[in-house]
């Protein structure tokens, strides 16, 4: 038993010398000592010497969420020879000190009861293997923009094959329909043609164009991909892991500030396929709406990202093209981060771009005035006065947001969308770019809005996660899985129709028999089974409600 | 040389002006020289009045007020003879001569006697030549509005304003009275709604000081926009705001008149060795002027160059000096007269060179940083270098050159004057210069260097009670350092401070009067010169 | 061809350390290096991290384990690379091990030595606020648990080498210099604090109670000099007014830097929530100018603490901050841009947030490997959109703070993508595959 001060985070709240001393009571708990910091080196070595002094074989651990720490600790009884499945987590912090900063005694009594729940369960614990499988070194790359052309390109120059899906006929997404990438202010559709140019000759990328993923069934290592091409064509790919780069839709603000009602309205995004073409004529005055449908109190509340420096980067094109044109840019917070783009808000400055801040509060009015202009009423927040531009040309900076269809992506890959709508990554500071489902990355604009090169470090930082299944070769696997026993099978097929991984089928006695390696250890065919025949490993019915009956303060048998 | 001069006359109500009648109705002649204007009281004539007259081209002023003891309003007649005591003297070093000013008691009956002063005084000024004097008091404003202001909104970085108000939270004046703002002024001006700043108060206010522009993150010179911007707005507006009446910056303008010959010397003290020609030139500044102008305050300014001139003369300089120094003209610049600063600068300019110095050295700040940045700005490089006197004395000091010979043992406060610190950038020289000298304790108020503040007024503008408030809070800090002296570069700080400390103060007395002087004065006393 | 297996990582923060890992789990090796004595860089002196308020050190920690015990990982902390030489595939470097004048395969970090050490000097982790001893180890949960003598406050008294039970006090070390063969490098040398004295508007140096947010986060840190316990340094007292000032360097055309360090208006965030739950009477206002909340979940976070935790945000840098010499409270004078005014308010302790720089030392780096650097000391990359990790030098990459201003997701997702670019140019060089 190590119980862990977690610095003050549970020794401040927490007695925990007391819980340390209510450890040795338990039953079979033939040692306990507090330790500053359980996770540090210091902390790793005590247990470690403390299994081999006491002759421990089964580990107990009270400090944090297993969440965080309950692989270092596994490996850590691994190396010191005890199975690491023969380890258990005592959650005090996160469950007891951190939430009850303000009830120590509380937080002391609750302490011990986890304690003593995990004691339970780890009386009854028993050693696990994982099973190892093989990782086919090839992947899936679904979305043909910059970041899955990029993922794909690196991947197969480290020697693995991928599969680029694509649902547009060409490649190239979002990159197809900009103008100018800031801050380098190189043609989109230069880049875009160099990329596609090197990946043409790739003998290890195999390009399929106005295709889209219809299932997807396996595991990391073992994917089984199905994709259908428009005309009905089918595939089946086998793959190690997959990457979603599926990119972002723009937002379009109908309803807002005369979108749709008024022609010389018209999008952010639409103006940069204007200015794309040739075909801006010379407005008089342009006027430009940031956080438009984005920042709000409700529903989108994010920030777009990319917004105002496309703002800037468009005031300055159409300042280029027509110098005696007025730009006005209305804003909140101008977004003009990282090493060099504060410098474009000061170039703007320079050619006469006037700013104007306006507070989510009072937003600008938009009301047609004569000859067809309109007059953009809004309340300068920094001046405190009403200010009326007349403009006849009104672009609305929008948000980027999640396409349609990911909802469907989603679900057949298994993986979480995050409340505001994009794919949400296993952990938002140390995992950016995986999700939590082993062996799928996402990357890009899927993830979060982003600009071009923002998407480029994160498509070649997906290709190095994703690289690193397929360069082992092989993976061990979850040992918390189910097992039948087939003497109380009755071949109901219940659980076969629950599991949601497809993991249990019937065999040719008709008894359920599970894939271990497909089973997500999941629990509901265990927790469905009537003749109880099910047992989950690691998570075992007399585990669980020996814990529930600790819970309670039952003794324990 | 025939020439007819102009006589303005002031007369007074109840005396004189009756006085002149009675020669009307008795029909006595005059000569037809002069021309009246009625005043209640002789005490009402403004020296301003008198020095804009001279200004515009009268060659002579004539006050009149009723007898000593007669005055309809007990003592008026006595101030305008005080006050008129004092133009004269302005006038005598202008060198217009102080005898185109007269002042004469003339009572209801004395009808003869105004003919008589009137003839006599034409005769005198006959004999004398014509004022030299015929400017336009108000300089003309550019016609191109728009492009003034983009010129300086691009010189001065307006446009890289961030609008993140430390201006404002820097801002003495900002401090005291929230409606102003240097942010909210120069948002005003990108958004293009500049004429409502031109026609207001808001471009009168500004210090000058800089601290706004040294903690600017965008480097936005706003007291320079201030400046450029000050050409183009409203003079009457400007009239309103200006102090003492306009009448040093009347001085100043003035001086740029080519005929104008100054007797300047006079302050010089017995024995002061000087030349027409030396490598170093003494330049003075105006303080014989504002020794006339705030004789009431009793600063004894004149020490100053005294000082300065006997240091000098103990190390074995004898300075060169220009027996018509013209005002440097820096109060013409900052209010927005930048045709009269032209003027100033190219004869000063061209004087200096006469003399050969190589050198230049000023006890005044303003002088300081007008000559040797802003002549320089219009006029290419100087053939001189321009020092501070608290440069030239570190130096000597490094040279071994200057000893103090007096122990002076007492706690001293420096004050770094907004031109000679944050706009030049000279905050040690002057600190050396005060705590070599034996006894003496330096102390440092909190706000120092780069973060002092203003004495509160600048050009002699907008002196309200938000400056007071200024000038009160800055005196209290000095003096709650414990110091017993306040020490500072600036001539122009003794004066705004003593004049708020001459009034009725809103606080305690005792928490904020100090005693100034000089940084020369008291160099001067360690090397026991005085 | 050992030489295209191995990579070089110069820096041991995150990013240096989550390319490291990369790589070294595809089963390259890796030389990670490290100049201070321990690995964890920055991450190891936060409390939290915005916006998931995870404990820092706790999600760091499992990562510096896993690069000690990585048996593809070798640790070279208290280090310098002083020499490269070579190309793509096999670079030649040199790399100087200070030392530490401790036997590192004895010590077993126990601390007994440092109870023994006469000598107390400011802490560098704890940002000088804290205290160590002259024989240290920079943080509880340093990785390598070594200790290390500060040769400069030294004594060379001894004691430590008498208590030590392990015999691992060797103050006749001498610096050791290792030679490397490796086929890639990268650079991931992190940031350091802009001098914010240069902003003497401000006090700090002059007052006592005005700090700098990294010094700030120690104060915070259960690890820090006070446990965590918010008080003020001058007088001990629990603050009732905490006030943030943002952009203090950065965003400026003179007397700082031009660009945005991008982290400061949500790490001010993530600490003015600290304080409200360390002590939910104390008042914070953060005083900034543009309030960047460009990255996943910034807005949200920012108006949770605005909302759920009343932290009171103001449109203003103020102009100056001084002290009441008399009790160490301080004053900000500011305009409330929103509310056209100019006002004062007092604090009780005012953090400033410095820009975030690269490192000076970066231009030494840049001169032995062959790098460009821009006017402030980022290395430049490749181009700057479609190469980002690249740099002008073939098998060299750089990723993480000193290629740009990012945050902590952004700059493990770029060490990943070095990792990638490291480990594509060596298999291209190689003439086969990597793996």
């Known amino acids: 038993m190590f119980i862990c001060h977690c610095g003050i985070n549970i020794g401040g709240v927490v007695n925990v010398p007391e819980v340390v001393k209510y450890a040795m009571t338990l039953p079979n708990v033939v040692y306990s000592e507090d330790n500053l910091y359980t996770c540090s080196s210091e902390g790793l070595s005590k247990i470690k010497e403390g299994i081999g002094k006491y002759n421990l074989n089964r580990v107990i651990v009270a400090s944090c969420t297993p969440r965080t720490h309950e692989p270092l600790f596994r490996a850590t009884c691994e190396e010191a020879g005890v199975n690491r499945y023969l380890f258990e987590m005592a959650n005090i912090r996160e469950h007891c000190s951190w939430a009850h900063m303000h009830e120590p005694e509380k937080a002391t009594e609750k302490a011990k009861d986890i304690v003593r729940m995990a004691v339970a369960k780890a009386r009854l614990l028993k050693p696990q293997e994982e099973p190892e499988i093989e990782v086919v070194p090839s992947a899936l790359v679904i979305g043909g923009g910059i970041s899955g052309m990029t993922a794909a390109l690196c991947l197969a120059d480290q020697g693995f094959k991928v599969y680029l899906v694509e649902k547009e006929p060409e490649l190239g997404g979002m990159l197809r329909h900009l103008h100018k990438l800031y801050p380098t202010m190189v043609d989109a559709s230069e880049g875009l043609n160099n990329i596609v140019e090197a990946l043409k000759p790739n003998k290890n990328i195999e390009v399929w164009a106005s295709t889209v993923v219809k299932q997807v069934k396996g595991f990391i290592g073992n994917f089984d991909v199905s994709v259908q091409r428009k005309n009905g064509e089918t595939a089946n790919f086998r793959v190690g892991t997959i990457i979603v780069a599926t990119g972002a839709d723009v937002f379009e603000p109908v309803g807002m500030y005369g979108y749709k009602k008024y022609d010389n309205v018209i999008t952010q995004f639409k103006l940069e396929q204007l200015l794309k073409g040739g075909q801006l004529e010379k407005p008089e005055r342009v006027v430009m709406i940031q956080c438009t449908g984005a920042r709000e109190e409700k529903g989108r509340t994010y920030c777009s990202r990319i917004c105002c420096m496309t703002a800037l980067k468009n005031a300055l094109l159409v300042k280029e093209l027509y110098p005696e044109t007025d730009v006005y840019i209305l804003f909140r917070d101008l977004q003009t981060y990282g090493r060099e783009y504060e410098e474009w808000h000061r170039m703007a400055q320079d050619r006469g771009v006037k700013f104007v801040t306006y507070a989510l509060e009072k937003p600008p009015e938009v009301v047609a005035g004569h000859d067809g202009k309109l007059t953009v009423d809004v309340y300068h927040a920094l001046l405190g006065e009403q200010v009326q531009i007349e403009s006849n040309l009104l672009v609305l900076s929008t948000p980027l947001v999640q396409h349609e269809d990911a909802k469907e992506l989603s679900q057949t890959l298994k993986v979480p969308l995050g409340p505001d709508g994009f794919f949400f990554e296993a952990h938002v500071k140390l995992r950016p770019i995986d999700f939590a489902t082993d062996g799928i990355f996402v990357c890009g604009t899927a993830h979060s809005p982003k600009d071009t090169a923002e998407s480029v470090s994160q498509a070649l930082g997906v290709a190095s996660r994703a690289a690193i299944p397929m360069a082992v070769k092989r993976l061990r696997t979850e040992a918390i899985t189910a097992i039948v026993d087939e003497s109380l099978c009755s071949g109901c097929g219940t659980c076969v129709k629950i599991c949601p991984y497809g993991a249990i089928q019937k065999d040719e006695k008709g008894v359920a028999r599970v894939t271990a390696v497909v089973c997500k250890g999941c629990g509901t065919c265990g927790a469905s089974c009537p003749e109880k025949a099910i047992t989950m490993r690691h998570f075992t019915d007399e585990q669980v409600i020996a814990q529930a009956l600790a819970a309670l303060g039952r003794a324990v048998a | 040389m025939a020439y007819e001069p102009k006589i303005v006359a002031f007369l007074c109500n109840w005396c004189s002006y009756a006085g002149a009648d009675l020669a009307g109705t008795s029909r006595i002649s005059y000569p037809p020289n002069v021309r009246a204007i009625r005043v209640m009281c002789s005490g009402r004539v403004d020296p301003a009045f008198v020095i804009t007259a001279f200004e515009t081209g009268a060659d002579g002023v004539l006050v009149t007020g009723c007898h000593p003891g007669d005055c309809h309003y007990v003592s008026g007649n006595l101030k305008a003879e005080k006050r008129m005591k004092n133009v004269r003297k302005l006038l005598g070093l202008l060198g217009l001569g102080p005898e185109r000013l007269r002042l004469e008691w003339v009572s209801t009956s004395e009808g003869g006697k105004f003919a008589e002063v009137v003839t006599d005084f034409t005769e005198q000024l006959r004999k004398m030549a014509p004022n030299p004097l015929k400017a336009e008091v108000n300089p003309r404003a550019p016609k191109n509005t728009k492009d003034v202001i983009s010129k300086a909104v691009k010189k001065t970085n307006v446009q890289y304003c961030l609008e993140c108000g430390k201006c404002s939270g820097s801002c003495p004046i900002s401090k005291v009275n929230d409606a102003y703002s240097p942010r909210r002024t120069v948002e005003r001006f990108l958004l293009g709604f500049g004429d409502r700043v031109l026609s207001g108060t808001d471009l009168w206010t500004c210090l000058t000081c800089f601290t706004c522009t040294e903690r600017c993150p965008s480097d936005v010179r706003y007291p320079e926009f201030v400046r450029a911007c000050r050409r183009l707005a409203s003079r009457e507006v400007m009239e309103e705001l200006c102090a003492h009446r306009g009448i040093p910056i009347a001085l100043s303008r003035i001086m740029t008149n080519p005929s104008i010959k100054q007797e300047r010397m006079a302050w010089l003290p017995n024995g002061a060795e000087f030349s027409q020609r030396d490598d170093l030139l003494y330049f003075v500044g105006c303080l014989p002027y504002f020794d006339v102008v705030f004789e009431d305050f009793n600063l004894e300014l004149l020490k100053i160059p005294q000082s300065v001139v006997k240091i000098l003369n103990k190390v074995g300089i004898k300075p060169a000096m220009l027996s018509n120094e013209k005002c440097c003209g820096h109060d013409l610049l900052w209010t927005g007269d930048l045709e009269n600063f032209e003027r100033l600068a190219r004869t000063n300019v061209a004087e200096i060179k006469e003399t050969g110095a190589t050198r230049v050295v000023t006890a005044c700040p303003e002088c300081y940083r007008t000559l040797k940045k802003d002549y320089t700005e219009l006029l290419g490089s100087l053939d001189f270098e321009v020092l501070h006197i608290s440069e030239l004395l570190s130096e000597l000091i490094d040279k071994g050159e200057l000893k103090y010979d007096v122990k002076l043992p007492m706690k001293v406060v420096y004050q770094d004057s907004c031109r000679l610190g944050r706009h030049m950038g000279v905050y040690e020289p002057p600190r050396k210069t005060i705590a070599e000298i034996p006894g003496i304790e330096l102390m440092e108020m909190g706000r120092n260097r780069e973060n002092a503040v203003c004495c509160g007024v600048n050009a002699w503008l907008s002196c309200n009670k938000y400056s007071k408030a200024v000038q009160i809070d800055r005196l209290m800090e000095a003096k709650a350092t414990g110091a017993d002296l306040l020490v500072t570069a600036c001539p122009k700080c003794q004066i705004h401070w003593k004049c708020v400390t001459s009034e009725k103060l809103p606080v305690n007395p005792e928490e904020v009067t100090m005693e100034m002087r000089d940084l020369s004065v008291l160099v001067a006393e360690a090397m026991h010169l005085t | ?435």
């Open chain 3, 1 to 435: 061809m050992e030489a295209s297996k191995s990579v070089l990582v110069i820096g041991g923060g995150i990013a240096g350390m989550q390319a490291s890992l990369d790589l070294a789990s595809r089963g390259l090796k890796v030389y990670l290096a490290e100049r201070t004595p321990s690995i964890g860089g920055r991450m190891a002196q936060l409390d939290k991290t915005f916006p998931t308020m995870d404990c820092s050190i706790c999600i760091l920690a499992p990562k510096m384990i896993e690069c000690f015990r990585h048996p593809n990982i070798t640790l070279l902390t208290y280090s310098e690379v002083q020499e490269v030489s070579g190309s793509a595939g096999n670079f030649t470097v040199k790399i100087l091990k200070k030392p530490r004048f401790i036997n590192e395969e004895r010590c077993t970090g126990c601390g007994v030595c440092a109870q023994h050490c006469p000598v107390e000097v400011p802490n560098e982790f704890d940002m000088g606020i804290g205290v160590r001893k002259a024989i240290y180890v920079p943080f509880p949960q340093a990785v390598p648990l070594k200790y290390t003598i500060d040769e400069e406050h030294c004594l060379k008294c001894r004691l430590c080498q008498r208590t030590c039970l392990a015999e691992a006090v060797d103050l006749d070390q001498k610096p050791e210099v290792v030679h490397l063969n490796v086929g890639a490098i990268v650079v991931a040398t992190g940031f350091e604090l802009f001098d914010v004295q240069r902003r003497s508007e401000y006090g700090y140096g002059k007052y006592q109670n005005v700090l700098i947010s990294l010094e700030f986060e120690r104060l915070l840190s259960a690890s820090g000099p006070t446990g965590g316990h918010l008080l003020r340094l001058s007088d001990g007292r629990i603050p009732q007014r905490i006030a943030f000032i943002q952009c203090v360097g950065s965003r400026s055309l003179k007397g700082g830097v031009s660009f945005c360090s991008s982290a400061c208006c949500m790490y001010a965030t993530k600490e003015a929530i600290l304080i409200r739950e360390h002590e939910p009477e104390c008042e914070v206002y953060i005083f900034y100018n543009e309030l960047k909340v460009f990255g996943k979940g910034f807005q949200d976070f920012v108006t949770r603490a605005q909302n759920y935790w009343g932290v009171k945000y103001v449109r203003a840098l103020p102009g100056e901050v001084v002290e009441d010499s008399k009790t160490g409270d301080l004053t900000l004078w500011y305009e409330d841009t929103r509310e056209n005014v100019t006002k004062s308010i007092k604090a009780d302790i005012v953090v400033l947030c410095p820009a975030l720089v690269p490192r000076a030392a970066n231009k030494e780096v840049g001169v032995i490997l062959g790098l460009d650097l821009d006017e402030h000391g980022f290395f430049k990359p490749k181009d700057t959109i479609f190469a980002p990790v690249d740099t002008k030098v073939p098998g060299v990459f750089v990723c993480g703070y000193c290629q740009s201003p990012k945050d902590i997701p952004e700059s493990v997702a770029q060490a990943s993508a070095a990792a990638a670019r490291a480990a594509e140019v060596m298999a291209l060089s190689a003439g086969k595959e990597v793996y």
